[in-house]
């Protein structure tokens, strides 16, 4: 069986459940206020000529749809973007919880229709995967925003996104100052062309200034807590020193 195979198979099975699959690799649906997404492949150092079973390569994730407008809204203030299903899905838009990688064995003869029933197989599970996701979030935290909180040393990202929402910001902040934050090399190059844009990051002309995206995420939250306006401006250079500590 050859990838495409499946890729193809795929998407037929896919469709018929109103789940999207990309050409290669993902499927994904959109479910207010979730967004379920996966990375499915064939591992193909299992032989299923031999045992009769495929092994099946699964990344599975999932997040709220509002993170990423929020997140966008922060980093890229003013510059509006239409957050489709596929946006979703890549990797822009990267507020998401994604589960350790799994490898499963599914029931597999080699056959068309065995095909058919493989991807299925991969359908069911993933649904169930869900599920009891979601059934362990209501008896454990209640809601996903304290499952994120909870586990904020492995993403804080999402937790810091929490505590914005909820106005929280110092909380916020000190999430984005965790070593596992994500993002740190989303970076934008822009060139200083104003005075108050040299005086914010302080280099010349002549230069590129690089940015990244936690660095502004940062930035934002200092910027909430001292009152200072979050524009396209300080979103892209950064905040002038008293706005920084507040004088």
């Not at 209501?138 to 996903?144: F, N, P, V």
């Not at 989303?186 to 010349?204: G, H, M, N, Y």
Request: proline letters at 3%; charged letters at 30%.
């Amino acid at each position: 069986m050859g990838k495409d195979v499946l890729y193809e198979a795929m998407k037929v099975a896919a469709k018929q459940r109103k789940i999207k699959a990309s050409p290669q690799h993902d499927l994904y649906k959109k479910d207010e206020p979730y967004f379920y997404c996966a990375f499915y492949d064939f591992d193909f150092f299992h032989s299923y000529e031999k045992t009769g079973l495929a092994t099946i390569i699964l990344d599975i994730a999932v997040k709220y749809c509002r993170f990423d407008e929020l997140r966008w809204g922060i980093i890229q203030p003013g510059n509006d973007l239409k957050f489709t299903d596929k946006v979703r899905a890549n990797s822009i838009a990267a507020c998401k919880t994604s589960f350790p990688r799994k490898k499963v064995r599914f029931k597999y003869d080699g056959s068309e229709n065995g095909l058919s029933q493989l991807c299925g197989d991969i359908l069911d599970y993933l649904e169930k995967f869900y599920r009891d996701f979601f059934e362990s979030i209501d008896r454990d935290y209640g809601t996903l925003e304290e499952y994120y909180i909870a586990n904020k040393e492995e993403n804080p990202l999402l937790a810091g996104l929490v505590y914005i929402e909820r106005g929280q910001f110092q909380n916020a902040e000190k999430c984005f100052r965790l070593p596992n934050m994500s993002c740190k090399n989303s970076c934008t190059s822009i060139r200083p062309v104003t005075k108050e844009q040299l005086a914010r990051v302080s280099v010349s002309c002549e230069q590129l200034y690089r940015r990244s995206d936690y660095e502004r995420l940062l930035d934002y939250t200092i910027a909430m807590q001292h009152g200072v306006k979050w524009t396209e401006e300080t979103a892209a250079y950064g905040l002038l020193p008293e706005e920084r500590h507040g004088k």
